[in-house]
């Protein structure tokens, strides 16, 4: 259910498709570069150094998204308490770090940006816009935090 002035975003082709985490946009982080901030949360997700290696690797965020969803490599115990400030911190690099997607962050003024997401009640507003949509308020975080530089 759309709401009137709300920005939504979530496919590739979606006229704000630069706020995917899929977005060819990519991030250095800890010294590492990664090529999209897909990539970077995924392997976050892990201690095993050599599969946050293989996801850093993976050609397309897609892959890197299915190598995160694997629970055969044991997902860091501390994950749930820390995976909200590492998607904050991987997202605030990238637009910290490339023009284009932050102008295109300013442009939305002050309206609500909402993770299109159908499947996802986390991260998006799920498929009934009852999602917690935390990607959402994260770049809306964002977007207020480099208005203040």
């Known amino acids: 259910?759309?709401?009137?002035?709300?920005?939504?975003?979530?496919?590739?082709t979606d006229p704000y498709a630069e706020f995917?985490?899929?977005a060819p946009y990519g991030v250095e982080m800890e010294g590492v570069y990664w090529r999209t901030v897909e990539h970077y949360f995924q392997a976050m997700k892990f201690h095993d150094a050599d599969y946050r290696e293989r996801i850093r690797s993976a050609s397309k965020p897609k892959d890197a998204k299915s190598l995160g969803m694997t629970r055969a490599i044991p997902l860091r115990p501390d994950w749930e308490e820390v995976k909200d400030e590492i998607m904050?911190?991987?997202v605030s690099r990238k637009f910290r770090t490339h023009a284009e997607p932050r102008a295109l962050l300013f442009s939305t003024g002050d309206a609500r940006i909402v993770e299109n997401a159908p499947m996802d009640y986390y991260w998006g507003g799920g498929q009934d816009g009852t999602g917690l949509n935390?990607?959402?308020?994260i770049l809306m975080r964002v977007r207020a935090e480099l208005r203040g530089m």
């Open 1 to 12: 259910m759309a709401e009137p002035g709300t920005i939504y975003f979530y496919a590739q």
């Open 20 to 22: 995917s985490n899929f």
């Open 88 to 90: 904050y911190a991987a």
């Open 134 to 137: 935390r990607l959402g308020e």
